[in-house]
């Protein structure tokens, strides 16, 4: 069978039983994703496992593994990757949110910089912070925030939201050292400073738009904050009307958050400063290990879930609300967890199908416009499984050889366009969709408006400033 036709018929399979069976969308999507690997031949599974680099022997066992266990490797896949990290973040939440923090934070942001410069601070706020590190973990450490401003002025609660995403999410495709954008310099052999100069400048464009429509989408739609597991919105009312002397310090409050952010991006930085192991000396052998275990992001949030804990402790010193505070952050975990697994297992399964190879055979057999081409390749494999660095990927496959007569301007510009393609289209087959949808209360509409669309309208305005700036500065 087709991989598109698998692909329309698991994407139908997920609406119907969300949208129509009212079912959990963990079983809906676990449901589409074994409907999707029972369509999938094992020529199809075998394809795509040689297409990804695999010896043909895996390959070849891959293709006869059994639907349950190829699913159930998705699921873990997933799982392994988020998994500790929405654990350590939900603590680190709840801690923040219950011991009076998140509040502590949001007071001193105001005063800095005023209520109505607030949006625009944590929009360039988690562009930043998403430069050195993962768009999940910004977002896992900023939503607290969000909350507890939220319920200062629950109108602009939709606002605060989407300033975080918009943000943070375009740094992840566009400026390395994430993977994308770093595998993408690395491919197209692009200098490395030129590539974060370029999706500095793109990515502060995208933002702006991000940041236009976000206005836009709040005066339109009304986006009620909602209680969530880990904590009720009466909760977070109590907190926000504390006196300053019944909160906890501004450092210790901030250092949850600040701590994982210093430890990854020291890492990062690191590592791309002292490049070779073999070329450095002992103390910096030494600094580099500390920073590369530290630095990783499940033993950075464990270190700040940890502190986080110590300063609820701090607050409450009461075993029995203590232990309550941290049974309901992991129940809350533990559903979100599920959902995003889940998605992310419906997405693999997807990408089993070789709908990524069958997209770039498409491609081959039509000849357009270099970007907006390399931009609708991304777009449609990011849409198809749901995984951006996997579209930036299969995008540079097909773009390396259709380039081969050489380009009219810097392929930087290629590789922006491909950046803001694997921003459409965010739905049901993402994890990130499912993280953003559970930790903020939103419905699936509500997530569709102020989370898919967004990217929507930023990875759209990319495309046409690289096209414009392609043409006035080539730089070639």
């Not at 495709?173 to 690395?186: E, I």
């Not at 709908?355 to 907006?372: D, K, S, V």
């Not at 749901?386 to 579209?391: E, H």
């Not at 699936?444 to 102020?450: G, L």
Request: aromatic fraction near 8%; glycine fraction near 10%.
């Amino acid at each position: 069978m087709d991989p598109i036709l698998i692909l329309l018929i698991g994407t139908a399979v997920v609406l119907f039983c969300i949208i129509v069976l009212k079912l959990h969308a963990v079983v809906s999507l676990l449901f589409a994703a074994l409907v999707t690997g029972f369509l999938t031949s094992p020529d199809l599974i075998y394809h795509y496992a040689i297409h990804s680099g695999i010896s043909a022997h895996e390959a070849e066992v891959m293709s006869h593994m059994s639907l349950g266990k190829r699913l159930a490797t998705a699921f873990g896949n997933t799982s392994g990757k988020i998994g500790i990290l929405i654990a350590f973040a939900s603590v680190i939440g709840m801690s923040l949110m219950r011991s009076g923090g998140a509040e502590r934070i949001v007071r001193s942001l105001l005063g800095l910089f005023g209520k109505k410069n607030t949006s625009l601070a944590l929009l360039t706020g988690s562009f930043t912070l998403a430069i050195p590190v993962f768009f999940d973990t910004v977002f896992y450490l900023m939503i607290p925030i969000v909350k507890s401003m939220g319920v200062r002025n629950p109108r602009k609660f939709g606002l605060y939201l989407m300033t975080i995403i918009a943000g943070g999410v375009m740094a992840h495709s566009l400026v390395p050292p994430t993977p994308g954008p770093l595998f993408v310099a690395q491919e197209m052999k692009i200098d490395l400073g030129t590539m974060i100069l370029a999706g500095i400048v793109i990515g502060a464009i995208t933002v702006a738009a991000g940041y236009a429509y976000s206005l836009w989408a709040t005066k339109k739609w009304d986006l009620p904050m909602r209680d969530t597991p880990d904590i009720s919105i009466e909760n977070l009312k109590e907190y926000s009307a504390r006196e300053n002397k019944d909160l906890p310090g501004l450092w210790i409050s901030y250092l949850p958050i600040l701590l994982p952010i210093l430890l990854i991006t020291g890492n990062t930085i690191l590592n791309m400063i002292y490049g070779g192991y073999d070329s450095i000396n002992t103390t910096q052998k030494i600094v580099l290990n500390i920073f590369s275990t530290l630095g990783d992001a499940n033993i950075a949030l464990a270190v700040s879930a940890a502190i986080a804990l110590l300063l609820l402790w701090s607050r409450l010193k009461d075993v029995k609300q203590f232990k309550k505070f941290i049974y309901e952050s992991l129940s809350s975990a533990g559903i979100i967890i599920l959902i995003t697994a889940s998605g992310g297992a419906f997405g693999q399964i997807l990408q089993q199908t070789g709908i990524g190879i069958r997209i770039e055979e498409l491609a081959g057999n039509y000849q357009m416009a270099i970007l907006p081409m390399a931009f609708l390749i991304t777009a449609a494999v990011r849409t198809a499984q749901g995984s951006a660095t996997v579209a930036m990927v299969t995008a540079i496959g097909v773009m390396s050889g259709l380039v081969t007569a050489g380009l009219s301007f810097h392929p930087v510009y290629l590789a922006m366009a491909i950046g803001c393609g694997s921003k459409i289209f965010a739905w049901m087959n993402d994890s990130g969709y499912w993280i953003i949808s559970k930790m903020s209360g939103m419905e699936q509409k509500e997530t569709i408006r102020h989370f898919s669309v967004l990217l929507v309208v930023m990875g759209l305005t990319g495309l046409v400033a690289v096209m414009i700036l392609s043409k006035v500065l080539p730089l070639v």
